[in-house]
T-cell receptor
C-alpha cells in the first residue's frame, strides 16, 4: 500500500504570513494529488488538485508538483486565522489501485 | 455544492452489538468509499465500492465489516460484532469517476462501550 508522508506535523504562522506544507508519496505509480482542509470536527473539503508538473494558483493558495520526486507542496499566502485547520494531502495511482490514500496531515495554526 | 449525507451523526453502541452506518452519496456519483478517523488524526482508507462490488479494502476492513448499496438506497457500512477499537469517526465519500474529486460526508461518530 502506498504511503503518503506530510511535513511538518504542525505549523504556527502569524496572521498575514506564508504557510508552506509538504507532501511526498513513496509509491512510484502515484499520478494524482489532492489537498484537503479539515476544520476541527468537520469533514475534509478539497482545496486544490494537481496532476501535472508545475504550479497551480487559486487565490491565496498555490500548489507545486514535482512528479519525478513525487513531491507536492501547498503554500498559503496572507494566512488568516480561519485557515487554521488540519491540511491533508491525498494521492492516487493512475492505474490499478484507485485508493485515495491520505497522509497524516499538517495541523496549521494562524495566530492573530 | 454536492453533498454526501450520513446518518446518524452519532451512535453509541454496546460492544458485541451490530451497527449500520448509512450514507446517501451524491446522486450521480458512481464510486463510493468509507474512511475511519480517530480523534482528528489520519484519515484511513477502509474500502471502495463500484458497480455493486467491493473493489479494494485495507487491512482495517476486518471480517466483521461489510458494505452494500442495494439499488436506490443507502450505501451502508455494517459492523457485526463491534469491538472497542471500532470507536472512531467514519466518513463516507463518493466521486463521479475514479480520478475526480472525492466528496466527504460529515461523518458518523461511533462510540463502542
Amino acid at each position: 500500500q502506498q504511503k503518503v508522508q506530510q511535513s511538518p506535523e504542525s505549523l504556527i504562522v502569524p496572521e498575514g504570513g506564508m504557510a508552506s506544507l509538504n507532501c511526498t508519496s513513496s509509491d512510484r505509480n502515484v499520478d494524482y494529488f489532492w489537498w484537503y482542509r479539515q476544520h476541527s470536527g468537520k469533514s475534509p473539503k478539497m482545496l486544490m488538485s494537481i496532476f501535472s508538473n508545475g504550479e497551480k494558483e487559486e487565490g491565496r493558495f498555490t500548489v507545486h508538483l514535482n512528479k519525478a520526486s513525487l513531491h507536492t507542496s501547498l503554500h498559503i499566502r496572507d494566512s488568516q486565522p480561519s485557515d487554521s485547520a488540519l491540511y491533508l494531502c491525498a494521492a492516487r495511482a493512475s492505474s490499478g489501485s484507485w485508493q485515495l490514500i491520505f497522509g497524516s496531515g499538517t495541523q496549521l495554526t494562524v495566530m492573530p | 455544492g454536492p453533498k454526501v449525507l450520513q446518518i446518524p451523526s452519532h451512535q453509541i453502541i454496546d460492544m458485541g452489538q451490530m451497527v449500520t452506518l448509512n450514507c446517501d452519496p451524491v446522486s450521480n456519483h458512481l464510486y463510493f468509499y468509507w474512511y475511519k478517523q480517530i480523534l482528528g488524526q489520519q484519515m484511513e482508507f477502509l474500502v471502495n465500492f463500484y458497480n455493486g462490488k467491493v473493489m479494494e479494502k485495507s487491512k482495517l476492513f476486518k471480517d466483521q465489516f461489510s458494505v452494500e448499496r442495494p439499488d436506490g438506497s443507502y450505501f451502508t457500512l455494517k459492523i457485526q460484532p463491534t469491538a472497542l477499537e471500532d470507536s472512531a469517526v467514519y466518513f463516507c465519500a463518493s466521486s463521479r469517476g475514479a480520478n475526480t474529486e472525492v466528496f466527504f460526508g460529515k461523518g458518523t461518530r461511533l462510540t463502542v462501550v
